[in-house]
């Protein structure tokens, strides 16, 4: 009989113990603040397309129509996301205030060459350490001013390597624009970028973008005329192709390290 309430007792401290020991792992990430997700979250980058460059004056056709159609896509992006992506960027490092369980809240200021804004940054965690994080903006920069507006708002995981952003503007009803991301740790990086409003005529157009760390990849379709253009580009050689319906028929074109038009391989 002994035996059997030992045997009893040894299973129920055991099970405790593995009791106690899972709950602490599923709250250890709600003890603390979740982590604001990194400009890499917006940020595609076309800066090897950069119009200035002085690769544009060597380069042969296939480079340059590469650099004009990237172009478009730039204008497209930085129209959507280059305020979003200051405000992110600021956010980084900030300290965070918990005003409820599972609710942080940051609040700051900060300023770029058009003026200052006021931030407040909400986090809401879910009972799977999801975040609903949203970004009341005021300012005076922008037409209208901003007073507590929810310039953009979004999910992601805890650690906020992937997730999804809304973009919205005080003229327009519903999100304008949304992205979705993909970064890891590795350096690769994954978007989805979407145009939802006709405010800038671009409605319907989409931006994907993809970086492994060696190649980028950029697929982006136009709204009005649904023409697809694909670019890669290898950061390391420098040499990549084009695929456009209004360029060489539409035919594969690509250049080398130097920029030169090459037959492409296949």
Known sequence: MKNQIFKFLTVFVISGGLLL?????????????????????????LSDFNNDSQQKVKAGSNFNAAIFRAGIAKL????????????????????????????????????????????????????DDDVEWRFDITTDVTDPPLNGFVLFSGEADF???DGEWMYYDPNETGPVSSIEWDVDEDGSVDLDFSVLSDRNGN?????DYDFDGT?????????????????????ETKAGFIISPNYNEGVKSCWDDNFDDIPCNN
């Open 21 to 45: 020991s899972c709950t602490d792992s599923t709250t250890n990430s709600s003890d603390s603040a979740p982590t604001v997700p990194s400009e890499q979250s917006m940020t595609i980058d």
């Open 203 to 207: 409605e319907g157009s989409e931006i």
């Open 215 to 235: 190649v980028k990849t950029l697929v982006y379709v136009d709204g009005t005329s649904e023409e697809k253009t694909i670019i890669e580009f290898n950061t």
């Open 76 to 127: 497209i992006v930085d129209a959507n996301l280059a305020i979003p992506k200051f405000l992110v960027a600021s956010a980084q490092n900030k300290e965070a205030e918990e005003i409820a369980e599972g609710t942080y809240q940051w609040n700051y200021s900060t300023q770029n060459n058009e003026g200052e804004f006021s931030v407040r940054l909400t986090a809401d965690l879910d009972a």
């Open 159 to 161: 650690d906020g390597t």
